[in-house]
């Protein structure tokens, strides 16, 4: 087949290499052998894997008596912290749906969300988020103090509700129901298995040889896929311990990096950005990591000038993924001992397989772009109460369509743009990223994002840049070097300063909010 890849071969490695039923079981073997092994370490204190099996069970029987079924779902706002993790597995063991919402988002969109998957209870992490606390407040919820969760935001019962049907096999039951951004338009809630997670924390763990000498550093929020399966689940699986920050500060990072002796940090090219952009600022040319073996980015796209100063800044090679929440999210990594040098995303994981779909829906040629579909393990069972939205991204063989443009080298990956963010400019194709890695490449561009416009039945292409403190570079300087970088129908027609983007949680830019900027900031220059 053209333009397609198979599945590596998924050797067996140690006793924890058979994946379990459920997701809360991958705590009972560390219990067993360490139980005074630390799991979780947040700034209020630590919880050991013996004292986190402890905190499951209380969260458990008290959700059981706040009314929670078995196909309820319990929304939890939240922030990072060690009762999150808690409560996710608690209400997993119910065979409840737990659905994981970061307490940092508005409060229409929190709404939006309670309103479509019709939670029978919604807890709030309230003792460790005054976010998740004003949402707690605005709900009218009841403050709770249990002895090892500590205090918790409780809703009221929702008795309206009806529970979902219990799968036969626990594997098959959902264990995390992730809501999108809707960056694109309403949210969709990915209706996540515990194979799927227990697959990805497996497959991510190994490819990073992760073990009990690890001191992971969750930085990404956990009410997001990466931050759920890859660091969470990850790190207990594989007996790791878990160094929960609710917010990411590059000058706290820093600091935990050398005090804490952490082994291992995964965050978005934002994060490693900023952290570059800070240590500049203070003349530091070489961080303090001394335990540090393993940095790695996901949640956006990484260009050349991200990873090579983050790369300076660590002395480690930088290493990249490719991931979406519908896959749990991992689909292609890059592996520890064949770093590259450079912006490809590896090879796909093992047991996941891909194949690129030119635009005439055909199979692209080889070497070629074409719109990635992936099957595997990994696949989300759909989106809740969408059947016609999942019907429209997986086929009857299991594939399911990324929305994103893609290309192979030999068996790496290469990400090459968004399937909607397709510019087509005087016939040809323009893929944003390629853009943004030309204006960040500029020693005074800190960040930038790339958007298409229509204007007189042509797509122009729209530049906008946030600059580094100080630079005294303008928008035309940044216009003229995109002119001598580009091919002439590649370069922005306009390109735009600003001093903030708007973005998600995990730093990632979103664009959608980019068009109506760009409109009114035009309409003002005319």
């Not at 100080?470 to 928008?475: K, Q, Y």
């Amino acid at each position: 087949m053209a333009n397609a890849m198979s599945v590596e071969k998924d050797p067996e490695k140690g006793p924890l290499s058979q994946i379990p039923q459920r997701i809360s079981q991958v705590v009972a073997p560390w219990t067993e052998r360490a139980p005074d092994r630390i799991a979780l370490v947040e700034s209020s204190g630590a919880w050991t894997f013996g004292q986190l099996a402890d905190a499951v069970a209380e969260a458990r029987s008290w959700l059981s008596d706040q009314g929670v079924r078995a196909g309820d779902r319990v929304m939890i706002v939240n922030e990072n912290c060690r009762a999150l993790v808690a409560l996710w597995l608690a209400t997993s063991e119910l065979d409840a749906w737990p659905v994981i919402v970061s307490a940092r988002l508005s409060d229409r969109e929190i709404d939006e969300i309670r309103d479509h998957c019709e939670p029978r209870r919604i807890i709030y992490t309230s003792a460790t988020s005054s976010a998740a606390k004003a949402h707690a407040a605005r709900h009218g919820a009841v403050e709770h103090e249990l002895s090892l969760l500590g205090r918790a935001g409780l809703g009221s019962l929702n008795d309206a509700t009806q529970p979902e049907p219990t799968e036969v096999e626990a594997a098959s039951r959902v264990a995390a129901l992730i809501y999108t951004s809707g960056t694109t338009g309403r949210p969709k809630g990915v209706m996540l298995r515990h194979s799927n997670l227990l697959f990805i924390a497996r497959v991510s763990g190994e490819i990073r040889s992760l073990g009990p000498q690890d001191r992971v550093y969750c930085l990404l929020p956990i009410a997001h896929i990466v931050g759920l399966s890859v660091l969470v689940l990850g790190a207990l699986m594989h007996g790791a311990a878990l160094y929960i920050e609710s917010r990411f500060n590059p000058v706290a990072a820093i600091a935990a990096l050398d005090r804490d002796r952490l082994t291992i940090m995964l965050g978005t090219p934002a994060m490693y950005s900023l952290i570059a952009e800070y240590a500049k600022q203070k003349g530091m040319t070489q961080l303090a990591a001394p335990a540090l073996r393993i940095i790695s980015a996901s949640g956006a796209p990484l260009d050349s000038a991200v990873k090579a100063a983050a790369e300076r800044l660590f002395g480690l090679p930088l290493h990249n993924g490719y991931g979406i929440s519908e896959c749990s999210p991992t689909v292609a990594q890059i592996r520890v001992d064949r770093p590259r040098a450079d912006c490809s995303v590896g090879p796909l994981l093992p047991g996941v397989e891909a194949r690129l779909v030119g635009l005439d829906g055909g199979e692209a040629p080889a070497g070629e772009v074409g719109e990635l579909w992936v099957r595997g393990p990994n696949i989300m069972k759909g989106y809740y109460r969408a059947p016609e939205e999942t019907a429209a991204v997986i086929d009857k063989d299991g594939w399911f369509n990324t929305r994103d443009l893609a290309r192979f080298e030999q068996d790496n990956l290469f990400i090459v743009g968004r399937t909607k963010e397709l510019i087509i400019r005087y016939g040809f194709n323009v893929y944003p990223a390629e853009i943004e890695a030309v204006l960040n490449a500029h020693p005074a561009v800190a960040q930038s994002a790339v958007i298409g416009r229509t204007a007189n039945g042509e797509e122009e292409v729209i530049a906008f840049v946030r600059l580094v403190p100080g630079a005294a570079a303008t928008v035309d300087d940044l216009s003229d070097y995109a002119t001598q970088s580009l091919a002439p129908y590649k370069r922005p027609s306009r390109v735009f300063a600003l001093d903030v983007f708007p973005a998600g949680p995990t730093g990632k830019i979103l664009k959608s909010q980019l068009a109506p900027l760009a409109e009114s900031m035009i309409a003002a220059k005319n």
